[in-house]
C-alpha cells in the first residue's frame, strides 16, 4: 500500500545510508514512473497510436514524486484499495496528457516485479562496492602483518604456527568468494520484462493487432531502457521468486563469512592478542571498569545470524507460488528484501569500521608463543629420532606420555612447560640430546617459518 511506509528498526541509526534511499517509497514509486515511460517510449517507436511527444515529456518531467503526489496516491488508494493504480491516477494528474496511456496494455507486475529487479539490481551493485572497500582494509592488514608469527589454533587448542597475516587471509578468501556470489548474481538477473497477466504477452499481442515480432520488438526495447541486457523468457503473472533464492542465499552466504570473522576476532580479543578499535572514552562495562568488551564484533555477529536466517523466507516463498502465482508472497518479500540488504550493508560497514582500527599486540602473541613452543617442537624431535633409526610410532608414544606430563605441570601447578627438559632426561632420547635445542631454536628464531 502506497500510504503503508515500512521502517525497518535497523533505518533509525543508518538512515542516511544509499540502501535505505533504496527501499523507501520515493524510489519505488519513481521507478514504477520510469517504466511506465520506458513502456510509453517502446510503444510510440512501435507506432502505437495516441502517444505524443507531448505526453512523453510530461512524463519525464514528474518521475519523482512531490508531497502532493503521495497524498494523491494515498486518497485514491482509500477508495480503490489498489496501489497500482493508485498512483497511475497520480501520475496522470501530474502528466494529463499522457494520463490515457499510462499502463497501456500491462498488468501490475508489469511495474511491480520489473520495478523490483531494477531495485535489487542497484542494491547488489551498493553492496559491492562497500564489499570491495571491506576486502581492501583486510588485505591491507594482511600484508602489514605477514611476516608477524602467531599460534595457529585447532579446535581452538595451540597447533603449529602461522602469521597474523596468513590468519587473515583466510578471511579475505571467504570475502573474495562472497564478491563473487554478489556479482554472479548481479550479472545472472533479468528484467521481467513485457508481460501480461500471466505471461503470454496476450494484451500486447491484442494491441499490436496480432504482430508477434513487434510484441518481441517491445519485450526487448522496454528491457533496454530499464538498463537490463535481457528479459527472462518465461514468467508467469511475477518473475520465479526463485530469483529472490539466488539473491538471499548470496547475501547470506556473506553473513556467515562475516559470523565467522567476527568470531575470530572475539576470541582473539579475549587471548588479548587482537582487538577491534576502543575509543579513548569508550566504556565496557558499567561495573568492571576495566574491560574492553569487542561489541563491535558481537553486532556483527548478532546482525549476520539475523542474514543467514533470511534466505528460509525466500526459499518458503518460492516453494508455496501456485501455477502463476499467489500474493501471499507480497508482504514477506517487502520485509525479507529490504532486510537482507539493510543488514548486509550495516555488517559491512562495521567490518570496514573493525579493519580500519585493528590493534595488534606482539609481545603478547609472542609470550604464547614461548608458552607453547616445546610443544609445537615435538614434530621436529620425532623426525630427527627417526633419522637416527628410530620408529616413528614408538616414539610418537614417548613424545606423548612426556606431553602430558609437562601439561599437567602447567596446568594443575601453573608451572612452566618442562617438556624439553624431561626430553633430556629420558633414555630413549639419548640419540638426538646434542640436537634437542638446536631443534628448539629453529622454531625460537622463526626463519624455518618465514623462508
Known sequence: MSKT???????????????????????????????????????????????????????????????????????????????????????????????????????????????????????????????????????NFAKKYKDLPTLGFTHFQPAQLTTVGKRATLWIQELLWDLRNL??????????????????????????????????ALDKRVTELSGFSEAYPVTGQTYSRKIDVDILNAISSFGSTAHKIATDLRLLANLKEVEEPFEKDQIGSSAMAYKRNPMRCERVCSLSRHLMVLAQDALMTNSVQWFERTLDDSANRRISLPEAFMTADIVL????????????????IERHIAQELPFMATENIIMAM????????????????????AAKQVKQEGKENDLIDRIKKTEYFKPIYDEVIKLINIFMNFKFFLK
Open 5 to 139: 511506509k515500512y521502517e525497518s528498526p535497523l533505518t533509525s541509526r543508518y538512515g542516511n545510508s544509499k540502501i535505505v534511499g533504496l527501499f523507501s517509497p520515493a524510489k519505488k514509486f519513481s521507478t514504477w514512473r520510469e517504466l511506465w515511460l520506458n513502456l510509453a517510449i517502446a510503444e510510440k517507436e512501435l507506432g502505437i497510436a495516441g502517444i505524443t511527444d507531448e505526453s512523453i515529456e510530461e512524463m519525464k518531467a514528474h518521475l519523482e514524486l512531490t508531497p502532493e503526489d503521495f497524498k494523491a496516491a494515498e486518497e485514491e488508494e482509500e477508495k480503490r484499495r489498489h496501489d497500482v493504480m493508485a498512483h497511475v491516477h497520480a501520475f496522470g494528474l501530474v502528466a494529463p496528457k499522457a494520463a490515457g496511456i499510462i499502463h497501456l496494455g500491462a498488468t501490475s507486475c508489469y511495474v511491480t516485479d520489473n520495478g523490483d529487479l531494477i531495485i535489487l539490481k542497484q542494491g547488489l551493485n551498493l553492496l559491492l562496492e562497500k564489499l570491495a572497500v571491506v576486502i581492501s582494509r583486510f588485505s
Open 183 to 216: 556479482t554472479r548474481t548481479r550479472d545472472d538477473l533479468g528484467l521481467r520484462g513485457v508481460k501480461g497477466t500471466t505471461g503470454t504477452q496476450a494484451s500486447f499481442l491484442a494491441l499490436f493487432e496480432g504482430d508477434h515480432d513487434k510484441v518481441e
Open 349 to 364: 560497514t562495521l567490518l570496514q569500521n573493525i579493519s580500519e582500527g585493528f590493534v595488534v599486540y606482539p609481545k603478547v
Open 386 to 405: 627417526v633419522k637416527k633409526g628410530g620408529d616413528r610410532q614408538q616414539c610418537h608414544e614417548e613424545i606423548r606420555i612426556l606431553s602430558h606430563e
